[in-house]
T-cell receptor, first 117, second 111 residues
Framework: GAGVSQTPSNKVTEKGKYVELRCDPI?????LYWYRQSLGQGPEFLIY????????DSGLPNDRFFAVRPEGSVSTLKIQRTERGDSAVYLC???????????????FGPGTRLTVL | SQKIEQNSEALNIQEGKTATLTCNYT??????LQWYRQDPGRGPVFLLL?????KEKRKERLKVTFDTTLKQSLFHITASQPADSATYLC??????????FGKGTRLHILP
């Protein structure tokens, strides 16, 4: 009965480095979402998966950002050549399926706080 | 341009009173509107969802209204308690299943 988990909880890296952020959704949830949240702002949509495929990646800010979900469960958000502006909390959420038509909610993880020095 | 606006300042409400939070949007046609609660250092937690053809939804001390003509949702917490203090996020779900969040309103319930 575990919820959504994200690792690491905190990541400090240097400008220009590569980072990977992991999300373990609730077992059986087919939809998975990534958001980015800056201080004082609401979560900003990045990408969502329905199963293994990215159904909508229109929120990814540029081609340094990439996400995968190869087996339809765990997802990894990858950021290349990190910049200071990438510093934020990265949130992952899952739901039984995309859209609120059935479940009516997304279940969020605690987030990964990324700091780029 | 598309915008979601929530009460820009923090809201201070005396314990026991009703807190009312506002969510206004422009240039969206959401199929659903959701409200979430977020505590510091945590992910958002779902509270309520209301569909475009519904006017009002209630859950315990919570009530949400949705006026698609005014493009506005109101979120009410009755008999407010200090434990209700948190940031409350409004989120629009579009027909393409993408969910767009507002900035949130910080609510403080004063004992």
């Amino acid at each position: 009965g575990a919820g959504v988990s994200q690792t690491p909880s905190n990541k400090v890296t240097e400008k220009g480095k590569y980072v990977e952020l992991r999300c373990d959704p609730i077992s059986g949830h087919t939809a998975l979402y990534w958001y980015r949240q800056s201080l004082g702002q609401g979560p900003e949509f990045l990408i969502y998966f329905q199963g293994t495929g990215a159904a909508d990646d229109s929120g990814l800010p540029n081609d340094r950002f990439f996400a995968v979900r190869p087996e339809g469960s765990v997802s990894t958000l990858k950021i290349q050549r990190t910049e200071r502006g990438d510093s934020a909390v990265y949130l992952c959420a899952s739901s039984p399926q995309a859209g609120s038509h059935v479940s009516g909610e997304q279940f969020f993880g605690p987030g990964t706080r990324l700091t780029v020095l | 341009s598309q915008k979601i606006e929530q009460n820009s300042e923090a809201l201070n409400i005396q314990e026991g009173k009703t807190a009312t939070l506002t969510c206004n949007y422009t240039n969206y046609s959401p199929a659903y509107l959701q409200w979430y609660r977020q505590d510091p250092g945590r992910g958002p937690v779902f509270l309520l969802l209301i569909r475009e053809n519904e006017k009002e939804k209630r859950k315990e001390r919570l009530k949400v209204t949705f006026d698609t003509t005014l493009k506005q949702s109101l979120f009410h917490i009755t008999a407010s308690q200090p434990a209700d203090s948190a940031t409350y996020l409004c989120a629009l779900e579009q027909r393409d299943d993408k969910i767009i969040f507002g900035k949130g309103t910080r609510l403080h319930i004063l004992p």
